[in-house]
C-alpha cells in the first residue's frame, strides 16, 4: 500500500489537486446542465386535449334553418366555354413545370386545348371586367359573375369578336 502511496500518480494528484477538482466541478455542472435542459424540453411537448365542446346557453339565439338576410349574391352555375379536350386540370395541391413559365407552380385554371377559331363562351352570365394582351398568354379576357366569381380566358384568337369590350362601371 505504501507503494501506491508514493507512486508518481498519487504525487502528481497530490501537485495537481485544484485542477482535478475544478475539471471534475465542471463535469458535474455539465451533467446537471443537461439532465435540466432535457427535463425542460421534456415538459414543453403539447399535451394531447380533447377539443372544447361548445354547449348552446340562454343567451345564445334561437337556431334557424333561415338566414337573417336573404342571400342573393350567389355563384352562378358554371359551363365549359369552349368544347374540346382537356389538356391539364386544376390543382391547386400539386406543383408541376409550367413551360410557359419556365417554373414550378401549382395550376388554378383549366387547359382546354380546342379547334383554331373555335367559338368561346362565357361560362357562366357576367359582365366583361378586363381585356388585355400578355406576352406569354395572348389575349385575355376577364369576367365577373355573381358571388365574386371571376373566370379568365387566355391565348384567345389575336382578334377578338366585334362588340366584345369592357363594361364601364
Known sequence: MNKFKNSKLVQNI???RAVYITALTLLVALAV???LTAVANRSKKPVETDPPTVTPTETDPPKTDKPDTEVIDRLPS???PVSGKLSKAHDSELQVFSNTMQDYRVHLGLD?????NS?????????????WEDDMMGQCVAITH???????????????PDGLRRELR
Open 14 to 16: 497530490k501537485e495537481n
Open 33 to 35: 446542465i443537461i439532465t
Open 78 to 80: 358554371f359551363s365549359l
Open 112 to 116: 382546354i386545348c380546342a379547334e383554331e
Open 119 to 131: 367559338v368561346v363562351c362565357a361560362a357562366a352570365d357576367g359582365t366583361v371586367a378586363e381585356i
Open 146 to 160: 355573381s358571388g365574386d366569381a371571376v373566370s379568365v380566358y387566355k391565348n384567345l384568337s389575336l382578334t377578338l
